[in-house]
């Protein structure tokens, strides 16, 4: 894992060598092992190396075997070793041990799409094709690794991080108010917006060639995996087989994908939240392992939000090598000041600060993680599908003017009240109910019942603030999060799932994770993004995933195989709310 930075124009003079060094030296939290810059006097590339494979060799920006190709690349391969096979016994030889040298003559044999078709990884790169004078930068499938783009004057800037862009003496610091609604509806900016004007992230599944022949600058941008079409067509490909089918293929596809991705030349672990996705990751790799495996839990001092319990449960049952640290307030305050260094642009999602302090706890023992990110996203974990829909199916009978009316009479009653009397009512029927601010979710409940269709439903739902408050009235821009990816013969709670998995999961959740682990040093894997594991998701069929009471069904199975289902099954400590 590495962090990647470069521009052009770039003349091969002693200051912008210096530019690119400063360019890399921002980065260095994602690659503290090795560092390196290059020019040929049209484009400059530099790179900062985390170093997982092949320790001692594999330094970039590296050059294929003819030379035609440079890259600067930000990721992990994970079946190079069999595409190195296939291109060795096609001549071709290598020189290290490295992936980065297996997708750069992947690229010279097979063509960049092909070759990118036959990735199953997690990626973003810079390319130079010194024949046709072409850049290229690429970014993976579901959109694990970040990439930043865009013109500040007269200069074409690239990085991983906004942080190295602005070391360039071209950088400009406008900010972009289009962004900043954006941000206030979703608490998160969704590409290809970032807080900067002229600055975009790079969309998942997405490339973007400039010639540079004679200084055209003629620029092309293409999808070259869309989430959304494939989604599309292989819906008319459902998969046949039963549920117990179905639960016993993923359990084979996982297997097989932790398999590859659990082998590094440096300390693997999982981060264990005590949740289902990270432990059938941690079932799984465990299983494939002599001795116990690492794992890493954050707890917390307020046990209606603490797993750390759960998370011991599970160690203790699979035999792993467990550690765990329990928040206080105190470290949760210490590390705010850090946050915006780490996400160079305004983020809110709460969980980042005990993302960063697991990983921070994980770094002292291994260098590389995997996570349960992206389970939900594809087989229906958040409460939304399931009671969302619910939701819709009752309210959708009821007419418009009663809507209107019960949602009127439950916004007159302040949130603050509606939770003091939620208070008192536990009070009285000795409950302890684990909902939290009930008001807000009432209030949400009120501005649902007024939704036009299914699309004005979810939108409503995955919004911070109404569209009525003035900030988001007044924001025209449309990015990725638009009407156009609903899907009409799609159901409602695959539509949801959908539109999460290309907004939600690469700008709110993989966000986190990259930003948070790099941070300190510490690559974080996906298992459940794997290609392989998506398109099977995107196959089997709805009630596979989900019922109107609980979601991830056929995840709950492939555990069973691995848990006893009377240690797992447990109620979520999360309920209904606008990003559950």
Same mark, same amino acid.
């Given at each position: 894992?590495?962090?990647?930075?470069?521009?052009?124009?770039?003349?091969?003079?002693?200051? =912008?060598?210096?530019?690119?060094?400063?360019?890399?030296?921002? *980065?260095?939290?994602?690659?503290?092992?090795?560092?390196?810059?290059?020019?040929?006097?049209?484009?400059?590339?530099?790179?900062?190396? %985390?170093?997982?494979?092949?320790?001692?060799?594999?330094?970039?920006?590296?050059?294929?075997?003819?030379?035609?190709?440079?890259?600067?690349?930000?990721?992990?391969?994970?079946?190079?070793?069999?595409?190195?096979?296939?291109?060795?016994?096609?001549?071709?030889?290598?020189?290290? !041990?490295?992936?980065?040298?297996?997708?750069?003559?992947?690229?010279?044999?097979?063509?960049?799409?092909?070759?990118?078709?036959?990735?199953?990884?997690?990626?973003?790169?810079?390319?130079?094709?010194?024949?046709?004078?072409?850049?290229?930068?690429?970014?993976?499938?579901?959109?694990?690794?970040?990439?930043?783009?865009?013109?500040? !004057?007269?200069?074409?800037?690239?990085?991983?991080? *906004?942080?190295?862009?602005?070391?360039?003496?071209?950088?400009? =610091? &406008?900010?972009?108010? #289009?962004?900043?609604?954006?941000?206030?509806?979703?608490?998160?900016?969704?590409?290809?917006?970032?807080?900067?004007?002229?600055?975009?992230?790079?969309?998942?599944?997405?490339?973007?060639?400039?010639?540079?022949?004679?200084?055209?600058?003629?620029?092309?941008?293409?999808?070259?995996?869309? +989430?959304?079409?494939?989604?599309?067509?292989?819906?008319?490909?459902?998969?046949?087989? &039963?549920?117990?089918?179905?639960?016993?293929?993923?359990?084979?596809?996982? =297997?097989?994908?932790?398999?590859?991705?659990?082998?590094?030349?440096?300390?693997?672990?999982?981060?264990?939240?005590?949740?289902?996705?990270?432990?059938?990751?941690?079932?799984?790799?465990?299983?494939?392992?002599?001795?116990?495996?690492?794992?890493?839990?954050?707890?917390?001092?307020?046990?209606?939000?603490?797993?750390?319990?759960?998370?011991?449960?599970?160690?203790?049952?699979?035999?792993?090598?467990? /550690?765990?640290?329990?928040?206080?307030?105190?470290?949760?305050?210490?590390?705010?000041?850090?946050?915006?260094?780490? +996400?160079?642009? @305004?983020?809110? #999602?709460?969980?980042?600060?005990?993302? *960063?302090?697991?990983?921070? *706890?994980?770094?002292?023992?291994?260098?590389?993680?995997?996570?349960?990110?992206?389970?939900?996203?594809?087989?229906?974990?958040?409460?939304?599908?399931?009671?969302?829909?619910?939701?819709?199916?009752?309210?959708?009978?009821?007419?418009?003017?009663?809507?209107?009316?019960?949602?009127?009479?439950?916004? /007159?009653?302040?949130?603050?009240?509606? #939770?003091?009397?939620?208070?008192?009512? !536990?009070?009285?029927?000795?409950?302890?109910?684990?909902?939290?601010?009930?008001?807000?979710?009432?209030?949400?409940?009120?501005?649902?019942?007024?939704?036009?269709?299914?699309?004005?439903?979810?939108?409503?739902?995955?919004?911070?603030?109404?569209? =009525?408050?003035?900030?988001?009235?007044?924001?025209?821009?449309?990015?990725?999060?638009?009407?156009?990816?609903?899907?009409?013969?799609?159901?409602?709670?695959?539509?949801?799932?959908?539109?999460?998995?290309?907004?939600?999961?690469?700008?709110?959740?993989?966000?986190?994770?990259?930003?948070?682990?790099?941070?300190?040093?510490?690559?974080?894997?996906? @298992?459940?993004?794997?290609?392989?594991?998506?398109?099977?998701?995107?196959?089997?069929?709805?009630?596979?995933?989900?019922?109107?009471?609980?979601?991830?069904?056929? %995840?709950?199975?492939?555990?069973?195989?691995?848990?006893?289902? /009377?240690?797992?099954?447990?109620?979520?400590?999360?309920?209904?709310?606008?990003?559950?």
């Amino acid at each position: 894992m590495c962090g990647i930075a470069g521009f052009f124009p770039c003349s091969k003079t002693d200051s =912008n060598l210096s530019i690119l060094k400063s360019m890399s030296e921002a *980065l260095i939290h994602r690659g503290p092992d090795d560092n390196g810059e290059w020019t040929n006097g049209i484009v400059g590339l530099a790179h900062r190396r %985390l170093s997982i494979f092949d320790l001692n060799s594999g330094s970039q920006p590296m050059h294929s075997s003819s030379k035609r190709y440079t890259i600067s690349y930000n990721g992990e391969v994970y079946n190079f070793k069999s595409l190195k096979k296939q291109l060795i016994s096609k001549g071709i030889s290598f020189k290290t !041990n490295t992936d980065t040298e297996v997708v750069l003559e992947s690229i010279e044999f097979w063509g960049l799409h092909k070759a990118l078709s036959l990735f199953h990884g997690m990626f973003a790169f810079a390319l130079w094709d010194n024949n046709k004078h072409i850049l290229t930068l690429v970014r993976d499938r579901m959109g694990e690794k970040p990439l930043y783009y865009g013109w500040c !004057n007269k200069t074409f800037l690239f990085a991983s991080e *906004l942080k190295s862009m602005k070391r360039h003496p071209s950088w400009d =610091n &406008t900010f972009d108010l #289009d962004a900043v609604s954006q941000l206030m509806q979703y608490n998160y900016i969704p590409a290809p917006l970032s807080i900067y004007k002229g600055v975009n992230k790079l969309e998942p599944g997405t490339l973007i060639s400039f010639n540079l022949k004679n200084n055209s600058f003629e620029s092309i941008k293409e999808k070259w995996f869309d +989430y959304s079409l494939e989604v599309k067509d292989l819906k008319s490909k459902i998969y046949l087989g &039963t549920f117990n089918d179905a639960v016993n293929d993923l359990d084979n596809i996982m =297997n097989k994908v932790i398999e590859g991705q659990g082998k590094a030349d440096v300390p693997v672990g999982v981060f264990l939240s005590g949740g289902l996705d990270s432990s059938l990751i941690s079932s799984i790799m465990q299983s494939q392992s002599e001795i116990p495996i690492n794992t890493f839990t954050m707890g917390y001092e307020n046990s209606d939000y603490d797993e750390s319990i759960q998370a011991k449960k599970f160690s203790n049952y699979l035999g792993t090598s467990h /550690t765990e640290m329990i928040i206080t307030a105190n470290d949760a305050l210490s590390i705010v000041p850090e946050l915006s260094n780490i +996400y160079d642009e @305004p983020f809110a #999602d709460a969980s980042q600060i005990p993302t *960063l302090l697991v990983s921070k *706890l994980a770094k002292k023992k291994v260098k590389v993680v995997l996570s349960g990110d992206g389970a939900d996203e594809l087989f229906g974990g958040y409460n939304r599908y399931f009671l969302g829909d619910s939701i819709y199916r009752y309210m959708k009978f009821a007419p418009n003017f009663i809507r209107k009316i019960i949602s009127q009479i439950l916004k /007159t009653v302040p949130p603050e009240r509606w #939770d003091k009397s939620f208070k008192m009512l !536990n009070k009285v029927f000795s409950q302890n109910s684990r909902v939290s601010h009930p008001g807000e979710k009432i209030h949400k409940i009120s501005s649902l019942l007024l939704a036009k269709n299914e699309y004005d439903f979810y939108s409503k739902l995955v919004s911070i603030w109404s569209e =009525n408050n003035p900030v988001i009235s007044q924001n025209k821009y449309e990015t990725n999060f638009n009407n156009n990816l609903w899907n009409k013969n799609l159901h409602l709670s695959d539509n949801m799932m959908h539109i999460d998995a290309v907004t939600y999961l690469p700008d709110d959740i993989l966000v986190k994770v990259d930003r948070a682990s790099m941070s300190v040093g510490l690559e974080s894997r996906a @298992p459940f993004l794997d290609h392989d594991v998506v398109n099977f998701a995107m196959k089997i069929p709805l009630s596979y995933k989900m019922n109107h009471k609980k979601g991830k069904l056929i %995840l709950r199975s492939v555990l069973n195989h691995y848990i006893p289902e /009377t240690i797992h099954a447990r109620n979520k400590k999360r309920i209904f709310c606008s990003n559950s």
